[in-house]
């Protein structure tokens, strides 16, 4: 039995599940609705505050979407009460980054600046920052898939150099850096 498709996904108060037709799973709760389609061979039952998720057989693909299908779903329940968020840094002289609503402008030491058009689910801010540290911006989303992939795509315009460390980090990561060049003795 997979352990985490084991695992009953609990709900917690304001949130509410329904199946639909073409076994779709929809979740709303005060921060939003999300739906996943479930594989027709995983059932699903909602009894009381919790989800339960079983499998036919014990063949690989089952068991591979027994914990899946579970994760997302626990994912989704999780969004829709707490939602999640995701901090940036960047790192590096003049990089700056401005949020008017859902567009986002990056100065990342380009002749040109980017523009980022997000999603109408993902929310951005950019706190203020104090003189000596990086500039931030906090993403903030019920879907967990939507807001680190949005992240991902805005790390993509500036990644983290492993010599100075310059571009585009999330908060508290640890960059792998390389030794630069040395003077060679005579």
């Known amino acids: 039995?997979?352990?985490i498709g084991k695992l009953p996904v609990n709900l917690p108060a304001g949130v509410s599940v329904e199946m639909l037709d073409g076994n779709v799973l929809k979740v709303k709760g005060p921060k939003g609705t999300l739906m996943q389609k479930v594989d027709p061979d995983i059932k699903v039952d909602i009894e009381g505050g919790e989800i339960k998720?079983?499998?036919p057989t014990d063949l690989p693909r089952h068991r591979s979407m027994h914990g899946l299908y579970r994760?997302?779903?626990n994912n989704m329940v999780t969004g829709v009460s707490n939602g999640f968020e995701i901090t940036?840094?960047?790192v590096g002289v003049g990089y700056r980054v401005e949020a008017q609503g859902q567009l986002l402008t990056f100065n990342l030491g380009y002749s040109h600046t980017i523009q980022l058009m997000l999603p109408a689910e993902v929310t951005a801010e950019v706190p203020q920052v104090k003189k000596g540290e990086a500039p931030k911006l906090i993403l903030r989303s019920c879907d967990k898939q939507l807001v680190?992939?949005?992240a991902a795509k805005i790390r993509?315009?500036?990644?983290p150099e492993p010599y100075?460390?310059?571009g585009i980090k999330f908060a508290g990561?640890?960059?792998?850096?390389k030794a630069g060049k040395t003077a060679a003795a005579k």
Not at 173 to 177: G, H, K
């Open 1 to 3: 039995m997979s352990r």
């Open 53 to 55: 998720f079983t499998r």
């Open 71 to 73: 994760a997302l779903v």
């Open 88 to 90: 940036q840094e960047l």
């Open 148 to 150: 680190g992939q949005i």
């Open 156 to 159: 993509s315009f500036r990644k």
């Open 164 to 166: 100075k460390g310059k």
């Open 173 to 177: 990561e640890q960059l792998r850096r």
